[in-house]
């Protein structure tokens, strides 16, 4: 009988072990007010408001294959650039077979000001044929809950890291050409 209790008290506690590591493998940030998944930067990058707000446009077109669409909101002068996009989700099989789980949905903004942009991005919604927020895929207790929203929130995690650093990569200043004399 104690043997049976050893086995069953080890047991539950390496699942719990195994629950907090499934926990750590994404770490999305939720905003404390709003209760969304937030990703919230303010990056100092030496530049004027006009200069930053030029870097990120041009970044546009290398992170973006239509930047015209997922951009809705390009306003130079009170330097503010709103995004709404969305991207694939995958469900993986046995040999990392991949098939399409859905699209995600979600807003960016970007504002500039002297020598320093903020960048924020959130409202992620799982489309479907009513809004679903993806805040709920963080409630293992729910009784609908399905294992597979682990990967979707990772998929969603690195989406968003991505993003953020393809930008900070574009926004840094380029390098001075030298003109020659001649």
């Known amino acids: 009988m104690k043997a049976i209790c050893s086995i069953l008290l080890f047991t539950v506690f390496t699942i719990a072990g195994f629950a907090q590591q499934d926990q750590s493998a994404y770490d999305v940030p939720v905003d404390e007010g709003t209760g969304l998944i937030t990703y919230k930067e303010v990056i100092d990058e030496p530049g004027t408001k006009d200069t930053l707000f030029n870097r990120a446009a041009s970044w546009l077109h290398t992170f973006y294959a239509n930047p015209?669409?997922?951009?809705?909101?390009?306003?130079?002068?009170?330097?503010?650039?709103?995004?709404?996009?969305?991207?694939?989700?995958?469900d993986y099989g046995e040999n990392d077979t991949q098939t399409e789980a859905g699209m995600i949905m979600y807003n960016a903004k970007i504002e500039f000001r002297e020598n320093r942009y903020r960048v924020q991005i959130d409202n992620f919604v799982y489309k479907q044929l009513s809004r679903y927020p993806v805040e709920k895929w963080l409630d293992k207790t729910a009784p609908d809950y399905n294992p597979r929203w682990e990967s979707y929130l990772i998929q969603i995690d690195s989406f968003a890291k991505e993003l953020l650093n393809s930008l900070k990569k574009r926004m840094k200043p380029g390098k001075a050409v030298k003109e020659e004399d001649w």
């Open 68 to 90: 015209w669409d997922a951009a809705k909101t390009r306003d130079q002068s009170t330097g503010l650039i709103k995004i709404q996009h969305q991207f694939k989700i995958y």
